[in-house]
């Protein structure tokens, strides 16, 4: 399937649109760092800028939590490597609040 051709303005409007997507996702990241978000909110929250967000990234925001930690969590809790927010169920939200309750 051939990509879409996009016009010079076209592409101009898709770059802003991303410039301003990792901006939201930079300050929710930021916000959880300082304690000004939970996790509870975080993952309640229905929008495509959390949504779209991988849940390494998510987690890896939280006070404390490094790469390594974060890996063996979504390991132990069954979550696949490359899923973002948007794709985890009920039952595994619930889990991540247990394992991180401190982040609630």
């Known amino acids: 399937m051939p990509l879409p051709h996009l016009t010079n303005d076209d592409r101009e409007a898709a770059r802003q649109k991303a410039i301003l997507t990792r901006q939201a996702r930079s300050a929710v990241r930021a916000s959880l760092k300082a304690g ?14 959390v949504g779209r967000m991988p849940v390494r990234q998510l987690l890896t925001a939280l006070p404390g939590i490094g790469q390594v930690r974060a890996t063996r969590s ?31």
């Open 74 to 104: 979504m390991n132990a809790l069954g979550i696949p490597e490359g899923r973002r927010v948007q794709g985890l169920g009920t039952a595994q939200r619930a889990k991540l609040l247990e394992e991180f309750p401190d982040a609630v």
């Open 36 to 49: 000004t978000l939970t996790l509870a909110q975080v993952l309640n929250r229905s929008d495509t800028v």
